[in-house]
């Protein structure tokens, strides 16, 4: 899914797998506000809300995160420059971390919460660096995408084929988790075999 706007909040992509789909509105509003220069990659946090047919590896978990601009060529036109990181997510499983969720919470759902590894923040506030740079440069056009992308992986518990799940992100601390998807079948978002690549049938036991 994506979502355009202008300014640094020229877009906000927060992918589920490779999925498309649709953001809520009252989401859209909320992300308005969303900001390179105010995001605090220490406060970011992604929650799942998934149904209990899926175990969800928190191992496997990572948030791509993109910037890009456009730059103008010597000779006239525009060329696109991107940087890019793959950062590892630690979950986190504290009642503080958790209480925020409490509202998506029941015997029908289970709810994680993860953080960007301690370990690859420097990677992130290194893009940002960068990035904040780019209007001192005479080549800059003014054009900016902000792309976020989460992937799942895990598996998927034999004999229940609910596989809907709910994403959030949340940007500072203190802030609200803003939902991306609400219910969406894991399905609808990839092809059938890499479906069961991704969450293939749990080992018994």
């Known amino acids: 899914m994506r979502w355009r706007a202008t300014g640094w909040a020229a877009a906000l992509c927060a ?3 490779a999925a498309c789909g649709s953001i809520p509105v009252s989401s859209l509003w909320k992300l308005r506000n969303l900001q390179l220069e105010t ?5 970011l946090r992604a929650a799942v809300v998934h149904s ?3 175990l969800v590896q928190g191992q496997s978990l990572m948030l791509s995160v993109s910037v890009s601009r456009k730059v103008r060529r010597p000779g006239g036109g525009t060329t696109t420059e991107t ?3 793959k950062l590892p997510l630690q979950e986190l499983r504290t009642t503080a971390e958790r209480s925020a969720l409490v509202d998506y919470e029941s015997p029908r759902t289970v709810v994680q919460v993860w953080r960007i590894d301690p370990a690859a923040l420097p990677r992130l506030h290194a893009l940002r660096t960068t990035a904040l740079g780019w209007k001192k440069t005479p080549d800059d056009a003014g054009q900016r995408e902000l792309s976020l992308g989460l992937e799942l992986a895990g598996c998927e518990k034999p004999g229940l084929q609910q596989r809907t799940v709910t994403t959030l992100l949340r940007f500072a601390d203190p802030g609200e988790y803003i939902p991306i998807v609400r219910n969406l079948d894991l399905a609808e978002t990839m092809p059938p075999e890499e479906l069961k690549q991704r969450f293939p049938a749990c080992a018994p036991g």
Not at 39 to 43: F, H, I, V
């Open 15 to 17: 992918a589920l797998l």
């Open 39 to 43: 995001l605090d990659p220490a406060a």
């Open 52 to 54: 209990p047919a899926l």
């Open 83 to 85: 940087l890019a990181e």
